[in-house]
């Protein structure tokens, strides 16, 4: 990276004006200029420290006595910086780092969903917003390949997504476009024989869980109905209904006549499908003011 390419960086991310800036969204904003080039965190910490101007590192050094900054790594100076201009997190701290938390390069979405289930934790919603929060977050601020993929499988679908179909695309796109590539056919067919164990809420190998609750604990199978466990990992998935004959769900929720076939989720009218336009954009800050005055009132 030559000196004109950082310049431009620099010129991008913008000065940091304490009490004029707020910190997490100037963070993110730097985070994201970074995303569209190749930077290494030592450029990283080269182009954030070049970037804050001189109140801040002023403040930045004062934090960190005795320490010198040039001895710091990027992701402790953006941590010292955060302590700083956040010293009692509270739901409103969380609530915005829930809304600005990206997918990171190389961040499966399993992890994904966890770290947002996390900050969400904290932010205190009411079941019902939370679940509707985290359905929005995951359509609009997966990135690359997944996002793309999720956006158009999604937009194939004739009706809004649930959460759950949420988590089951990003898995099963995960899967098969992101860890897929990575598996050759033959450790495919030694995955497939081996009897790994497999969790029951989200059907990962329960390696890929690394001690962590499954955050698939809010998913509501669209077999059987139930809450807790995803359409993958559903025993009935494979069960033919007893009412219509089609297999996938039980008869207890068949939406079909009986003897008649009912496939879901095919679309047989290819111009509704336009109506159904659902990607939601919360990604501007006027969504997180709207969050703000929900849990301040
Ligand atoms: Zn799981
Ligand atoms: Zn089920
Ligand atoms: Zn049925």
New binding site residues.
Partial sequence: MDSDEKRAIINKIGMFIPGKNKWLEYNAKMEECFDDHPVDLEQRKELCIASLGAKTVKILKGIVKPQKIQDLDYTTIVDKLEEYFYPTPNRQYYLTKFMLRKQLRDESFFKFVWHLRQLLHQCRLSNEEAHKNLKEQLITNTTGIVKLMLESELQKEKTVPTLSKVFCKGLEIDDRFVHGIRKSRRNKKKLRKSKEKKCFRCNQPLTTHENITCPFDWAQCESCEMPGHLLTACKYQKTK?N????IG?V?KI???QKGIK?FPGQNDDPASASETEHSVRINDLSDIERLTRLILD
């Fill in positions: 209904c009412k219509c004959r089609v769900h008869a068949c939406k079909g009912v």
